[in-house]
């Protein structure tokens, strides 16, 4: 490959947030992940990964949640494209634009989708035209979300979460996202996690059947009985205010609540349109939470502007 079918014009790609429905966390491995069993599901809140050719890596950000995200070569995006390039044999470079919308050290994994976006703006920018799973083995090396931002909808997730399988689901959840002040860090949700089970059996984690069955069904309060996070209780121990924010979403209608993914966001399942925005008014107006967001699921993985991933 040789890149002369490098675009000149900007490649826009837009790559959804996820939220874990069911986060099964098993023993520390002896790389220091945990094995998963996991399903995601992709919800409506967007970043816009924006690249174009450059002479060297170029990183700019906008959006309504920048805070804490590094504007230099450490962004995640910058390391995806670089990876890919390298991996392609390229010596292309490019500047990536990030319009960020998805919560910032919030567990909905944000950083990962930029660099499911950038894979993807990258692949086309430089005319690589590889398919979505050989993008995939790139981003498993970076972070074990990213394989499934590619992907999207509704997935189980297995490994330490980069190994992705489509799960049937029927019809579409409503949601809303209780923000926190700050973030947590993943590594030390996961420390307090491995910190509180010490000297219990920790089984090799499977996915629910109840919510697999639930989800082809279609049928949300079924899906709502089988919502589970094993990371809960760790970022409640590193957050306690989360314990309040979800009884409090409870008393207002939601159906469930969990932590999402490592924290500190909390997510809400609520029967429909009208519930979530009752339940958004509700949180923000009594004070309990300081902003929140509404999304649908599930929704694609990272889109090109205007088609599919590549
Ligand atoms: O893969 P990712 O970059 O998202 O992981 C961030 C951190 O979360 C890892 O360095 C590790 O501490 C923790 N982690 C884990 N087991 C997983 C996924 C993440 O311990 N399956």
Known sequence: MTGSTTRTTAVHVRVPAKVNLELRVGPPRADGFHSLATIYQAVSLFDTVSVTPAEDWQITLSGRTTEGVPADAGNLAVRAAAALAEAAGIRQRAAIRLTKEIPVAGGMAGGSADAA???????????????????????????????????GGTALGSGRGEQVVPVLAKGTYHWVFALADGGLSTPAVYAECDRLRAGTHVPEPRPSVGLLGALRSGDVLDVAECLGNDLEPAAISLAPKLGDVIEEGLSYGALAALVSGSGPTVAFLVAGREAAIDLSVALVSTGVVRDVRRATGPVPGAQLDGGAAS
């Open 117 to 151: 976006g950038a894979l993807v703006g990258c692949n086309r920018l430089w005319g690589l035209d590889w398919p979505l799973d050989r993008l995939a083995s790139i981003a498993a090396e970076l972070g074990s979300d990213i394989p499934f931002l590619l992907h």
